[in-house]
């Protein structure tokens, strides 16, 4: 039997159904995708090599799958990161990047800092075949190639700004009080 998918209406609120992988999907419901960037404590970031799925094989991504059902989006970044680096952070350490709707796909990208320098990665055999710690601006370059999966390069240079923000602390919080 397939996953199980909570049916989400394009706000993501709940429609009381499933959707269960590889079923046709109706018009205007919607699943979510979580998206993970994991950066060290040098600001470098985690990217896996994909095994020999349909979509894209072999190529580089950053943690990413569906959100199970019952399951927050949040919940399934920190859920597929332990599957499939073994790697463990915390919800409340998420930082939210964007959230980007796409045919049926609601995508939510976090990114999430670990205090370690380099983090010891357990790959999951059937989803990774490799691993890359880049530094940031290397990771930049580095997916600009046709190594790395397109839509995530895509949609990561549709927030880029945001990622600079949130990575190298860029970011002019003007609320924040010294």
Known sequence: MGEHWDALDRHGRRLGFDLIRGQDIPPGVFHAIAELYTITAKREILVTRRGNKA???F???????AVVKGEAPEAGAVRELKEETG??????NLVPVYRFLHRHEIYCAYAVFVSEERPEVKLQSEETTDYRFLPYLDFKKFLRSDQFAAPLRERF?????RFDQVILGTRQDKTRRD
């Open 87 to 92: 790697i463990e952070v915390e919800e409340r």
């Open 55 to 57: 979509l894209w094989p």
């Open 157 to 161: 240079l549709s927030y880029e700004s």
């Open 59 to 65: 190529c580089w991504e950053i943690t990413t799958g």
